[in-house]
């Protein structure tokens, strides 16, 4: 009899899975398909082949896929190679608590190449949730501040992030559901195309994310005397900012950011710093159907360009920058490099570069697949991001687990509560 094992059925996104098949026949290619909906009807899958061992079964911590999306042993290949059916689609988890994402995980006898047209062989439905039991969400308009506080269960106290994402906009929640599921207090955070936040982000009011660390600081379940910040792509440039001008910041980590001020005007109390303007122009169009904005972004370097540079060696705490080698949004490596340099000059040392070979730009949690190319919410043209499938999603892996242990190494957490 044909069997198909998934363990554990019901997990968290960033958790791992095994895969197990038996009673097929000796010495035989397979095929594996995964599937999803997404919250708005879409489609992504993935399809992987096997060759079955000498008792009839394949062990994807084992066994390597000979084709299809991927290559060579890979036990979560078919949930980092999901795409989408419709083309430019990008995953994303919009109800954190409510749902999860049901994969399902389809097993066929013989090599096929149109799975929809056969009946698998045997069949799973695998859960995988954006939170914990008992991770609370709490609607945040406190203020000014508008976004989504996740905090763990239990008392408390927790240490808490500010979570931020870029020029998409909006408020986006899954990396805070993760991180509340993982014991932080995490506050998501929207600073444009949200609400009754600007439409579009003119310039950045730094007096709004102090706002906001500050709203942190102060929760009774958050402990110690400072905050994190983690963000990418323009969120990572808010980020740095954060970091060089406000006390309530006590560690940072940049996905894939800027060492500058780049677009929009950056303005705090008395403090004007002129943005680095984008050469439009220069944007890049790659085989007639995506975008890609390497050659729009100036270089900070140029001497006319050193007052839009932050002075990341004014933070009080440690900065850790996360760069994908393949990045092809624009070359975070170098804006990372330039930061560490700028820092170890003015006698700054806890400044930190991780480079991911073959990452991308769109470093996600580990739940989600690759993505190298989709719609973008600013242009009427795909963006390109970069990357390639195994070493991306790889350094997601452990991209997430080194952000958990820098905050957790670099936020003071006492011992008592505020409650």
């Not at 945040?140 to 998409?168: K, N, S, T, Y």
């Not at 730009?361 to 973008?376: D, R, T, W, Y």
């Amino acid at each position: 009899m044909v069997g198909l094992s998934v363990s554990p059925e019901i997990s968290l996104a960033d958790e791992p899975v095994k895969i197990q098949a038996w009673g097929l026949p000796l010495d035989q290619v397979i095929t594996l398909q995964a599937w999803l909906k997404d919250e708005k009807g879409h489609i992504f899958q993935s399809r992987a082949f096997y060759k079955t061992d000498m008792e009839g079964k394949v062990d994807l911590e084992k066994s390597p896929a000979t084709g299809g999306d991927f290559h060579g042993v890979c036990p979560m290949g078919l949930f980092w190679a999901l795409k989408p059916t419709t083309p430019f689609k990008k995953l994303i988890k919009r109800d954190v608590i409510g749902s999860p994402f049901l994969i399902h995980l389809e097993l066929y006898s013989s090599l096929v190449v149109k799975p929809h047209e056969d009946e698998p062989a045997a069949s799973k439905v695998i859960e995988r949730w954006y939170s914990a039991p008992g991770v609370q969400r709490i609607l945040i308009r406190e203020g000014r501040v508008r976004g989504a506080l996740f905090l763990p269960p239990g008392e408390g106290p927790f240490p808490g992030v500010v979570d931020m994402f870029g020029g998409v906009g909006g408020l986006l929640e899954y990396r805070s559901s993760l991180l509340a599921s993982r014991g932080f207090a995490s506050l998501a955070l929207a600073y444009f195309a949200y609400d009754d936040l600007p439409s579009f982000l003119g310039e950045i009011d730094l007096k709004y994310f102090e706002e906001a660390a500050q709203f942190l600081c102060d929760h009774p379940k958050v402990s110690g005397d400072g905050v994190g910040v983690v963000a990418i792509c323009k969120g990572a440039e808010v980020a740095l900012a954060m970091a060089s001008y406000l006390p309530q910041v006590a560690a940072t980590v940049c996905i894939n950011g800027f060492n500058a001020v780049n677009g929009s005007n950056l303005f705090y109390g008395d403090l004007f710093i002129k943005a680095i303007p984008y050469k439009l122009e220069r944007i890049l169009c790659i085989d007639f159907w995506s975008i890609s904005f390497t050659n729009a972004i100036n270089d900070p370097r140029k001497p006319e360009y050193q007052d839009s540079i932050l002075p990341l060696e004014k933070a009080r705490g440690p900065i850790l920058f996360m760069a994908g080698e393949k990045d092809q949004h624009f070359n975070s490596l170098l804006f990372a490099r330039e930061a560490k340099s700028r820092a170890e000059k003015h006698g700054k040392k806890d400044v930190y570069v991780q480079c991911y070979p073959g990452a991308g730009h769109l470093i996600e949690p580990p739940g989600f697949p690759f993505c190298p190319v989709s719609q973008g919410s600013l242009f009427p043209f795909p963006v390109t991001w970069g990357g390639e499938l195994l070493p991306h999603c790889r350094a997601q892996e452990a991209c997430w687990k080194a952000l958990q242990e820098f905050f957790r190494s670099n936020i003071r957490c006492s011992r008592r509560n505020k409650l």
